[in-house]
């Protein structure tokens, strides 16, 4: 088992290495996880930069007291694989970003498509943004990363076109693309950007305006697959396609 990873704003050590971990993440780790001394933690900002670390004791419940070894910086990754995922219903949304962050997606998306039953508006979208971002944070500790994915604004249809227009490789999920995923040709550097449309599929009028900006129509294969999922199945085939599994 690899090490717990914890979120901080700072990675600095004071005098003679040592860190104390406490608020939420403290209490987490004290109550929660019950961390003793001697066990292995690691710390991030989230951003790439952590620390490895060597627990020396616990003061009270919520605060660990940390021996921080050492400090390095991940780079991004390449290519960068950003998904633009239609809102679902429900807590589906919390599902599609909780998956795609443990297979290691670096970008989410939300896209308030055509044919979404669900629109954020006013407070309930902000509170739904804010999910959604507590979630790739959570996930992202869960499955041990350091770089977290970004989860932007929500767009709308021609800020997506936008988006497809500027990278590497743009692709839509859509039943009338001819080439499987599994087959498309990938770049090696840049960034791939990945449309995954509502339970009632992408508009037509949606996919000519994509298709405009540059993107292609792509199937995964013969099974339908909800939004929820599919965002994370085709993100695992172009990961394992890049090399990024390897």
Request: proline fraction near 4%; glycine fraction near 10%; include cysteine.
């Amino acid at each position: 088992m690899t090490a717990p990873v914890f979120v901080v704003e700072h990675i600095d050590a004071g005098g003679g290495g040592r860190y104390v971990l406490d608020g939420p993440e403290g209490r987490h780790a004290v109550s929660v996880k019950r961390l003793r001394a001697g066990e292995d933690v690691v710390l991030t900002d989230g951003a790439g930069r952590w620390a490895d670390c060597v627990v020396l004791d616990t003061e009270g419940k919520d605060r660990l007291v940390l021996r921080l070894e050492s400090v390095h910086e991940e780079p991004a990754e390449q290519p960068r694989v950003t998904v633009v995922q239609a809102l679902p219903k429900g807590d589906r949304g919390e599902l599609a970003v909780e998956t795609m962050t443990e297979v290691g997606v670096d970008a989410i998306v939300p896209w308030a498509a055509a044919r979404c039953i669900t629109q954020w508006k006013g407070d309930r979208g902000a509170k739904a943004l804010g999910k959604w971002r507590a979630t790739a944070r959570e996930a992202g500790k869960q499955s041990r990363r350091v770089r977290f994915p970004e989860v932007a604004e929500a767009a709308t249809t021609k800020q997506v076109a936008a988006l497809l227009a500027g990278a590497e490789f743009a692709a839509v999920l859509h039943e009338s693309g001819d080439t499987p995923l599994a087959t498309a040709e990938l770049p090696a550097t840049g960034e791939i950007v990945l449309v995954v449309g509502p339970e009632g599929g992408v508009a037509p009028e949606e996919l000519a305006l994509f298709e405009e900006a540059g993107a292609k129509a792509y199937r995964l294969g013969r099974s339908v697959l909800r939004t929820s999922t599919a965002g994370t199945a085709a993100a695992a085939v172009l990961l394992a396609r890049t090399g990024r599994w390897s």
